[in-house]
């Protein structure tokens, strides 16, 4: 589980540098403790059933209904074009077929699949059951689909919360922020960004300059 728990330290580090920020390791001892704390249940006598639930609800549909969130909003709301042309800012400018190909998946292919996966599982859903069939009990399941939610929700409370305090110029939430532009700057003038912009150049030169000699010869 090393790559959720550095998904979670990394992302409240970078949300409160001043205080978590300066302390990395202590940010993530204290979240290694949560989360075992959190795991006591899960091996006790009835933790398969309660394991059962979670793997039930908080994993696969919080998880789709995030990710086909995530797709449609970055593809249409931010847009793809936007996104790639971030991308090409940060690892420097890409060829015309890799440009074509990056921007079709992320406005097609992968919104419809995301968002074909998650209406599947809910046409599909049938309620958790114990080994002989018989099902859960009513409020086992609305834990589970409470714990669902409880990642879920965070996208329309802090949606709002964003629309409210940027009410006024809403057009503020897809910019990048001056954190993000500075460390792109410091990327240009190291050269980093254009490295690859430079040897595209040269082997754009170098196919002209082929070309010239080709029609040398022939003439």
């Known amino acids: 589980q090393f790559g959720m728990l550095e998904t979670a330290t990394t992302g409240l580090s970078e949300s409160f540098p001043n205080t978590l920020g300066k302390h990395k390791t202590l940010t993530t001892f ?3 403790v949560i989360e075992f704390l ?28 995030v990710v086909a969130v995530e797709a449609v ?13 971030k991308a090409e800012d940060m690892s420097g400018p890409r060829p015309r ?4 190909m990056w921007i079709s998946l992320w406005y097609l292919v992968t919104p419809a699949f995301a968002v074909a ?3 599947a599982m809910f046409v599909d859903y049938k309620p958790p059951a114990f080994s002989n069939g018989e ?6 399941i609305a834990f589970g689909w409470a714990v669902a939610a409880l990642s879920m929700m965070q996208i329309p409370v802090v949606a709002a919360i964003q629309l409210f305090r940027y009410r006024h110029n809403l057009a503020e939430l897809i910019r ?7 460390a792109v700057e410091r990327r240009k003038r190291s050269g980093e960004v254009f490295e690859l912009e430079s040897s595209l150049g040269d082997g754009e ?12 010869s022939i003439i």
Not at 75 to 84: D, E, M, R
């Open 205 to 216: 030169e170098e196919e002209e300059n082929t070309s010239t000699d080709e029609q040398g």
């Open 97 to 100: 077929f890799v440009r074509i």
């Open 117 to 119: 996966i998650f209406i």
């Open 38 to 65: 959190l795991g006591v249940i899960l091996v006790t006598r009835a933790g398969e059933y309660y394991f059962q639930v979670l793997d039930w609800y908080a994993t696969g549909t919080s998880l789709v209904a």
């Open 73 to 85: 909003v970055m593809s249409y709301v931010y847009g793809a074009k936007n996104l790639f042309a």
């Open 135 to 140: 099902a859960f009990p009513e409020w086992a």
């Open 30 to 32: 204290i979240m290694c």
């Open 176 to 182: 990048p922020t001056n954190q993000w532009l500075d």
